[in-house]
DNA sequence: TTGTACGCGTTATCAA
DNA sequence: TTGATAACGCGTACAA
């Protein structure tokens, strides 16, 4: 087993400095005197010496990983959160070990143990699979996104307030029958907060309301025969009157905006649509669609601050537990859906 | 610095065994006997025992770690790539660490050094901002994918073939000249074959060609207006004849949809669109996009595994300095702008 | 300011 | 089949 890499017993010989000496020029550099350094600064340059974080991992008992296990990277929310995350590796200086769920528990559970092997110093739950439950007994820092929470701390967006920004936009419109199309949430999701909020808001205005609560998937092959069907029905049952509909996803969304504009060739004013995430996709429809977005970036930059203040305080040595639980506000965008 | 993990050693005080003997359960359970083993497995069930990896890398000198640098999660090609590279983990039992290059050159060598720091086995670059002679000189294996790859091993699409199947349908539609909209390649850039294929079928089939070529952006916004310039032309310079355009990715070729419908209200006869990718958006649009469909599993597969077989390689201490460009198959998926 | 000696948790070598 | 001991590369009391 040769092993090629240059070492500090290298640089100790070479430069005749104890391996000490070495290890404080990297971590206390002032400790060291300014001839010293200038002579070690040549010689790791001449050895072109690299140094080794594994290594420096095992004595001072710290990795900087995060692991994160995250859904389905093909899902844009998922992505775009990935990718906020990802950007917060510059000013933490986390490495982070990422994982995709698929929703398999097993997997999962499996993908856990390997990051505790990995001495990860905290976890970024964004797959649901695993029950909160399971999770707070990890024994390290543990923050879900967006998802059932009931016993770590998490950063979700206000899904309540959410609703009734949609509602409000549809009804801002002069809708007079108002309709959610969502998948169907159990109560612990944070999602579900939408319904919620649709719902109280079209009970105080006084608007009559009808919630379509199935699952359908996430590819448009999927979701095109659901909303048909729920097309259909809307279309016959709500003939003469305006309707607003507020669908749990932008590209949800769009796929009703299609079968509208397939069946009519163009938007009718008694269809008004809002959407939820904020996707390219509601955009790059030929009909922007309104949609409410999640502040993406900042639930990313929250949660990982989260993170870094509860491995901070374990370093510490306090077992705070209490839960935390950041609501991370949304915003209405209006576009030709609701117009 | 209390350390409350489980060690070999507590579980060699624990059962009488040594710590040699507990290495061998894990690495050679054969080669102990049977009634150890059942005390050992019992043991570490009673001590909660969970390996360090970190301490296995540093004794063994191989960590399971991949290095991964990809310029955008938020474009659906790269997100996809991702989704594809991370399912690799089970079979391969990589750990991935994933950074996001954003164009940035000191960021990205800055990672790098990072991930030689942590001793990845093997780089998969996906960014582009970083030559690959550079990358050559890293003394780790390193595959890139779908980038300028002079001096490494690589994977990429067959960009050629599918620049002359963008033009051999928008030929069998009739279509009288072919138009290429694309960014200002250059030509050490993989996906500078689009051009160089369509441009070669059109040749052969004797077919006036005209080439746009300025790079637009990512974003919707940032398309756009550069697409309605492109439009107007197009429009203006070739009124009354069948006009095949290739677009380099479907995004594009979905603004420019937009930009026909928004003014015809309908995909006029003499406008036959080709985009590039297969992304979600070619199948959401009101009017589905033809596209070219990219392996991406494939291209992702076949990157893990030449990269694997390097890193084989390099433990048997062979220094195999041939290059392998692997080109993969592309599809043409044929949809209602090309009908 | 610098060095000695030991520890971090595992694996490898050699011996029993 | 098992064990003692020395690595792996670096950090840290403690001493000088």
Known sequence: MKRDKVTFNEIAHYTGFSK?????????????????????????????YRENKLARVLAKGKTEFIGVIIPDLQMHYYARLLTEILAMSDLYGYKFLVFQGRGNLEAEERYIRELLSYSV??????????????????????????????HVSSVNADNYCGGRLAAKALADCGCEIMIHI???LKPVSPAYGRIIGFRNLCAELKLPEEE??????????????????????IRKKYKDRKKGIFVSNDTAANVLLNIILQTYRTL?????????????????????????????????????????????????????????????????IGRRTTQ
Chains 1, 2 share one sequence.
Request: aromatic share 8%; charged share 30%; hydrophobic share 35%.
């Open 20 to 48: 000490t000496t070495i290890s404080r020029y990297f971590n206390d550099p002032d400790s060291v005197s300014e001839k010293t350094r200038e002579q070690l600064s040549a010689a790791l340059k001449k050895l072109n």
């Open 121 to 150: 110093e905290g976890l970024l739950m964004v797959s649901h699979t695993i029950p909160s439950a399971s999770l707070a007994s990890l024994d390290i820092p543990v923050i879900t996104i967006e998802r059932e929470d009931r």
């Open 182 to 184: 969502n998948a169907d």
């Open 212 to 233: 379509f609560l199935h699952s359908f998937g996430n590819k448009y092959e999927e979701i095109y025969p659901v909303m048909k069907t729920v097309f259909d029905t």
């Open 268 to 332: 009718p004013d008694d269809w008004k649509i809002v959407g939820f995430d904020d996707s390219p996709i509601s955009q790059e429809a030929v009909i922007p669609i309104s949609s409410i977005r999640q502040d993406i970036p900042r639930i990313a930059t929250e949660a990982v601050k989260m993170l870094a203040d509860q491995i901070e305080e374990k370093k510490k040595g306090k077992h705070d537990t209490s839960l935390y639980h950041n609501i991370i506000p949304v915003e209405y």
